[in-house]
Nanobody, 120 residues
Framework: QVQLVESGGGLVQPGESLRLSCAAS????????MGWYRQAPGKQRELVAS???????NYADSVKSRFTISRDNAKNTVFLQMNSLKPEDTAVYYC??????????????WGQGTQVTVSS
């Protein structure tokens, strides 16, 4: 189990940028996947981006070329750089840690979420 705390959300205008941070309570070096999800009002939670322990990344098509996920293992932190923000990016963004052990899914830990609002 790992505790996750997101920060960096806020209100921005379309076209602007935000960087979200996810601070973990312990080392994230061995965590199989770190991910960013988002949930807009009335919608299902969706995967935005993920990064594996080996550094492989994956993005939702809607954010491809605009968002970048990265990790700083020395700081136990995962980032989501969001550029060229659009109103449809408005959502609560959640950090997650997905644990596997010997090929078996074990569990997922979630942060409390941070609000991102893109509006003019």
């Amino acid at each position: 189990q790992v505790q996750l705390v997101e920060s960096g959300g806020g209100l921005v205008q379309p076209g602007e940028s935000l960087r979200l941070s996810c601070a973990a309570s312990r080392s994230i070096v061995s965590i199989s996947y770190m991910g960013w999800y988002r949930q807009a009002p009335g919608k299902q939670r969706e995967l935005v981006a993920s990064i594996t322990s080996g550094g492989n990344t994956n993005y939702a098509d809607s954010v491809k070329s605009r968002f970048t996920i990265s990790r700083d293992n020395a700081k136990n932190t995962v980032f989501l750089q969001m550029n060229s923000l659009k109103p449809e990016d408005t959502a609560v963004y959640y950090c997650s840690a997905i644990h596997y052990r010997d090929g078996w899914y074990v569990s997922t830990d979630w942060g409390q979420g941070t609000q991102v609002t893109v509006s003019s």
